[in-house]
């Protein structure tokens, strides 16, 4: 059976969290793997999702940053901020996801993944984005 957007999209943060941790690590990889790995079946949500946040990165960094009060996308932990990331993809960049769906899909992801401090901060940038949309 396949598995729920909810699940490919933690599938999708996983990916991504990799990807930082092996450029920050100057270690190569290849995306197309890196999905291969994570997926049992070969799924177009997850490759779009993951494609796009890379190829969107500096200008989704450079939004959330703009909407983070003392704070930078690259402080909060990692993991919070590809959550981060795909939401704000998601919302901008996404044509089959509903801009309510993006948003609460990355917060049920922090309620999972970030400390509540994260969460809050996720929550208020996908917010405001919206609200500039």
């Known amino acids: 059976m396949g598995k729920t957007r909810s699940e490919l999209r933690e599938k999708v943060m996983i990916i991504l969290y990799q ?5 920050n690590q100057k ?10 790995d994570n997926l049992e079946i070969d799924n177009e949500f997850v490759r779009d999702v993951v494609y796009g946040v890379i190829t969107h ?3 989704i960094d450079e939004l959330a940053n703009k909407h983070m009060k ?29 801009d309510i769906v993006a ?3 990355a917060i049920e992801l922090a309620k999972k993944y970030s ?16 609200k500039e949309k």
Do not use: C, H
């Open 27 to 36: 270690i190569e990889y290849n995306v197309e793997e890196l999905i291969k």
């Open 103 to 105: 948003i609460n899909e």
């Open 70 to 98: 003392g704070w930078t996308i690259d402080r909060i932990d990692k993991t919070g901020a590809q959550i981060l990331r795909m939401g704000i993809y998601e919302l901008l960049f996404s044509e089959d996801t509903p």
């Open 57 to 59: 990165k500096e200008e």
């Open 115 to 130: 400390d509540d401090k994260v969460r809050k901060i996720i929550n208020a940038v996908l917010d405001k984005i919206l």
């Open 19 to 23: 990807i930082d941790i092996m450029k």
